[in-house]
């Protein structure tokens, strides 16, 4: 009787150690496979927030600090008109323009254009995807849903002692945000749009 309990314990011993051994490889699996999943996901979060913070290298290949250029074989009146022409063809009206002449006769002038919509939600499916690619970095905002997106431009023309031209190009983005905040942010481009609207202005220069 003794050795039938010594056996039956025995038993009771071994079952448990297998049961155990099985739950043990058991939950391995489940915590390996939740890694796998929490990781993928992870990394899924990590490339949609480096395309947000606009560090993709095909994202910011026409981005700088400054767009400007002097012209040396232009009047001032040339670059100005060219540089109206190249905002209307853009479809961008002139919403401010100022231009006067300093102490030394140089001319100094300012172009400021409207707000030019290219992304509108009743047009395009999905305007993030638009904002993410012309922006150097679309304001995070959880659950935003954005309604369009704008561009302004800013134009600095003036004059040099040696009859030169600068110019000085700066461009923002703004998009109005109709879900979380109901307000529109503004924000820094790309430089995309600004590298096109220098190109546009230079053919136009060079056509004269």
Known sequence: MKNILQILALVAIT???????????EE????????????????NMDKG?????????ENLKYYREKFEQTYTDFFFDEVWNACIESLDEYGCAVAQKSSRQDE??????KLVSEYCIFA???KDEDVADSLWKYSYKVPVIRGADWGNGRMQYKIILKEQE???????????????EDQITNEVHFWK????????????INEK???L
């Open 15 to 25: 079952f448990s150690f297998s049961l155990n051994t099985a739950f043990s490889e």
């Open 28 to 43: 391995k699996e489940e915590k390996k496979e939740k890694k796998g999943f929490f990781g993928r996901m992870k990394e």
């Open 49 to 57: 927030l480096k395309k947000l913070e606009g560090t993709d290298e």
């Open 104 to 109: 030394n006769a140089l001319f100094k002038g």
């Open 120 to 122: 509108m939600m009743e």
């Open 162 to 176: 040696d009859e030169s031209v600068y110019m000085l190009i700066r461009g923002e983005i703004s998009g109005r």
């Open 189 to 200: 481009s790309n430089g995309r749009f600004e590298h096109f609207l220098l190109e546009t």
């Open 205 to 207: 220069l060079a056509s």
